[in-house]
């Protein structure tokens, strides 16, 4: 499994914007598509935003289309989530994941194929 560390939540209002991080241990992350997962209280965890292995295919919820944009940077082992026009309804644990090795899939979206997971980061956005 991958060590995964978000950073980059905070507090804000509506309409502003955060960039999360998610920094991996590993020297082969670039092998793992990686997704980025939100949970709020009493809800389930929900998919956000997805990135292949190559970084050239990306997927997102229709939540967020528009607003948020997933990319990787392989040298620095880093996903990051740029989340803009944010909106209360957005507030939320954030979570990063990579996926499974045997996934077999270019852009993972579910939960179940994701088995390396941060510990999450704190998104508040207040109206």
């Known amino acids: 499994q991958v060590q995964l560390v978000e950073s980059g939540g905070g507090s804000v209002q509506a309409g502003g914007s955060l960039r999360l991080s998610c920094a991996a241990s590993?020297?082969?992350?670039?092998?793992?598509?990686v997704g980025w997962f939100r949970q709020a209280p009493g809800k389930e965890r929900e998919f956000v935003a997805a990135i292949s292995r190559s970084g050239t295919g990306t997927a997102y919820a229709d939540s967020v289309k528009g607003r948020f944009t997933i990319s990787r940077d392989k040298a620095k082992k880093t996903v990051y989530l740029q989340l803009n026009s944010l909106k209360p309804e957005d507030t939320a644990v954030y979570y990063c994941?990579?996926?499974?090795?045997?996934?077999?899939?270019?852009?993972?979206?579910?939960?179940?194929?994701?088995?390396?997971w941060g510990q999450g980061t704190q998104v508040t956005v207040s109206s």
């Open positions: 590993i020297r082969t992350f670039s092998n793992y598509a």
């Open positions: 994941a990579a996926d499974r090795p045997a996934s077999g899939l270019d852009i993972p979206t579910g939960r179940v194929e994701y088995d390396s």
